[in-house]
């Protein structure tokens, strides 16, 4: 929606938009500084150290020779780490934006992942496009309909998606685990090993950056996902009706929105981003699925967080899962120089650091309060009874 | 100083930004005395009202009481201070009790435990020193408007208002109601409460106050008693010009009937009737009215043609088709365009601007989308055409609908669905809680629109406006059609009939 037309209320929501996220952000690494300069380290060198490891002073062009290697090897790790998560919160934002809460993307990852598995474990023969593609297809699919089934039950039975998307995560879990322990149905060839067999290599993503772990193509694909999640929201029907439902369901459907098919829709489609995110992870750099896996994913539940922080719109998802891999990968034990800070300590400091940018986040109502009761600054807002009444 | 007031505003001044709510208002208070407080909607009324509770702190000015100073910074200053305003939007919680309510707060106590026997002696006490009926042990979300707006009167009185601000009390009431508010009111000012009662409504300050206060853009434009006041007089001042009272309105032979209901009824879930045998006709090129008072099945019968809700028995035909089990996808495209009675929940998305609010409907038809694509370029351009068309004042296609005012906010809604060119038009309460102004504008549309041959089915609380609007009349009462009137039927005929159903109409 691009025009010569822009009023002010607009701008400032919008202008609004980015500057909470970004103090929140701030906020939330001053703290963490606190914390650090409390610990007796020096909290300047502690973010340099974890800014190199993110390898994001590859972009320097000072930055040279051996070091300049370990760079890109970092910057790789962290990308790879960002590809899922820009998806998973994707899931998030799009029910989100249809005034649903989608806990469910770690369950829709597992089953998205899963279906990529059980086709990329097959075909042996196929070209690579279209061993990818189908995988990929599959994984969708198997993520929409994982999604889709708490939208159903929203629809039809009232059921609270809150709660069944959480119980589909369980679901998720152990059947995949069960697919993948001993004797299971996918259990690969290593029979006392719980843990499925590599998808084939005709199944596997190209690499485009590097030798060892090396960046797949697998960000391109969440990149061109996240062109699709903004064009699906604000320009096409479809979009539309979702987040007219999401806004207020009562007059969409006095309009003539079918409400229950919204939801489901809107389910069905987070759900196949997050399966993306499985079948992306699965055949960029995984390649199989090992039991203990299942214990310890949590790309869903981040993915909760980086749409939160992103507002749930493409651009600020793509920046918030970059600054939540960086968080991830600048504090892992083996990027970050023990001399410098502890990585044990550094891995909390990173949580740390998340969950206050949440917190900041979701305390925006609170602190735009404070503003406005204190400063006497009224945003361009006019709903509440305690505000002028607009002049006619 | 002269002597001093009661209750005392001097030179109150607020602004929001560039706009001034507020330029140097006085305002006086005696004990016991009603004063109505008469304004069209954004005339600062509401404003001046939040500055003395609290709600807002004023640039400039000052509050007095009994010719001291007040400092109210918060409600909390202005409940200690012996001022109580009762919102028009009720903030009680639906699931406590009556006496919970009104306590909440300052509640008797025994240990760390409530003490409900002492909250209901103490709600029964009070609501019998001020002759206010209420079921103490009802839960609030089991009782009706009138009775919820009693409590949110005897939660301030328990707090030792002494002062009472009602914000626009009747917006919410029927016409019965109204009247047993107004009794309540003079009863209040006998024990020596003072009252100020906000409106935009002239006859309601000249049934019950005894002094008006006039607010035009924000500034006072007069303070006269009520007595001997005329409403023509009390318009003038408010919107500065003389108002057209009666909708100019040429007879017209209506065409054929467009929509027809036959023996209609509607159940809900305990199996109660709450419309029971509902028939009737809308013709082309004729405005129905559905006169009644709240709550006798007006709004089942809209939803039912609306098709918001499902039909028990009976049968629903537009132009001859069936549509009793159309869905409302179907019926907008047969050409039912409805003007809900809750604008702000049904009407519109407040939250979408007002480009995406008028094409809510047609969004998914071209030429507002062509193969699933919006094409906002056209919705922007047949936005602005429409916005300057139905005169809404306020923004532009890009202003969210929220940061309109009311007024505005309906014309965008009639503005959507009288551009989709229906054959049939529901209107349910169009003007509720409208100024002169916009009721004026969306009476003038109505009339238009039946004159292009659409069939227009009315539905209002307000006797006049559909006594002005109106070719023929119908009478709702527990969920029948009870009478039929012409448009020159008395009120009292009318009320007659409104209020005794069957029996009435035939005295």
Redesign the interface.
Known sequence: MSGATVDPGRFGRRARGVAVPLAATALAFLVGGLVVAATGHNPLSAYKAIFDGTGLNWLFPWVQGSERLAAARDLQQTLIVMTPLMLTAMAVGFAFRAGMFNIGGQGQYWVGLTAALVVGTHFESMPTWLHVTLAMVASVAAGSVWGGIAGVLKATRGAHEVITTIMLNWIAIYLVKWLVELKGPLQGSEPSIPRSDDVFDSAKLPTIWGTLQALHAGIFIALAALVVYHLLLNRTTLGFEVRAVGFNPEASRTAGISVSRNYILALAISGAFAGLAGSIDLLGWKYHVASSDLDVGTLGFIGIAVALLGRNTAVGILFASLLFACLQTGTAARNLDPAVFPPELANNLATMIQALIILFVGAEVLILYAARSGRRILPGRRREAAEPEAPA | MSADHFLELRGIT?R??E?L?NRDVDLTLERGEVLGLLG????????LM?VLYG???PDEGEILREGRTLRIRSPRDAIATGIGMV???FMLIPVMTVAENIVLGEEPRSGPMLDRDEAMRRVEDLSQRFGLAVRPDARVEDIGVAQQQRVEILKALYRGAQVLIL?EPTAVLTPQEAQDLFRTIRSLTESGTSVIFITHKLNEVLDVADRVEVLR?GEVVSSLPAKGATPQELSRLMVGRDVLLEVEKQPRSPGEAVLRLEDVSVTDERGVDLLSDASLEVRAGEIVGIAGVDGNGQSELVEAI?G?RRVTAGRITLDGRDITRA???R??ELGIG?I?EDRQ?????????LA?NIV??D??EAPA?RF???R?RWI?NHAAKLLTEFDV????????A????G??QQKVVVAREVSGDPRMLIAAQPTRGL?V??IEYVHRRLVEERDRGRAILLVSFELEEIRALADRILVMFEGRIVAEFGPDATNERLGLAMTLGEAGAAA
């Not at chain 2, 929220?402 to 005012?405: F, G, N, R, V, Y």
């Open positions: 607020k929001y930004g706009v709510a069209e909607n954004g005339a600062g009324k509401s404003t939040n709600l807002a702190q919102h028009q939007h914000d853009r609306a918001l869905s409302i996808r019926r907008i409805h809900p929940h049904r009407g519109l998305v407040l939250d979408f601007t995406e809510l409907h969004h998914a989308s699933g694509w919006m906002w922007m004042r306020g923004g532009g296609p890009r202003t969210r929220a940061d309109l005012s007024g505005n100024d102004g916009a």
